[in-house]
């Protein structure tokens, strides 16, 4: 399986980075060696002093898709989640600058714990999902997937323009502005509405 990211799908995030905001969707890729396996703490790595999180909604894939039109994209996801991409921000900003692609950043080994999943049917309406994380008790990010830039279906038809779309394949569809940086012994707990649906300690 693959990790499909959407970046800057959120326009406060946007611009608390300072980025412009997209005319399209940016989308970048993890392995699935960033998946963190249950019940496993998350180890800060060593080559970065700046590992940053991002609390996103994530798509679980259920159909084998290409050039997916908009109006389709419903059906090829099943189950909504929530997940953390863990960036190392201190070398994202060394590739930014030059020019570089992002996997050292973003690719690393555990970026991306991912929580249970929730069947699509229980949500009235995939466009205003409320979700957070907290950390350490207080809440970090508190976001809706109202605010997304550019939504669900479209993500999924842009990104299998380019990208075929497989069963089991996840998609984390951006971050709402909060992000900040991880340290040791913090709790993180991700919520979907008023449940809590994944819960790790940082080592
Ligand atoms: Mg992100």
Known sequence: MKIICIGRNYAEHARELNNPLPAKPVFFMKPDTAL???????????????????????????????????????????????????????????????????????????????????????????????????????WRQRGNSKDMIFGFDRIIAYVSQFVTLREGDYIFTGTPEGVGPTHIDDRFELFIEDQLMLAFNVK
């Not at 080559?47 to 290409?66: A, M, P, Q, T, W």
């Not at 994209?73 to 570089?100: S, W």
């Not at 690719?107 to 205003?128: I, M, R």
């Open 36 to 138: 963190l396996p249950p019940h496993n703490p998350f180890f800060l790595p060593d080559f970065s002093n700046d590992i940053h999180y991002e609390v996103e909604l994530v798509l679980r894939i259920c159909k084998h898709g290409r050039s997916i039109e908009d109006q389709y994209a419903h059906k090829y996801y099943d189950a909504i989640g929530v997940g953390i991409d863990f960036t190392a921000r201190d070398l994202q900003a060394e590739c930014k600058q030059k020019g570089l692609p992002w996997e050292v950043a973003k690719a690393f080994d555990f970026s991306a714990p991912v929580s249970k999943f929730l069947p699509k049917e229980q949500f009235t309406s995939p466009g205003n999902i409320n979700f957070g994380l907290k950390i350490n008790g207080e």
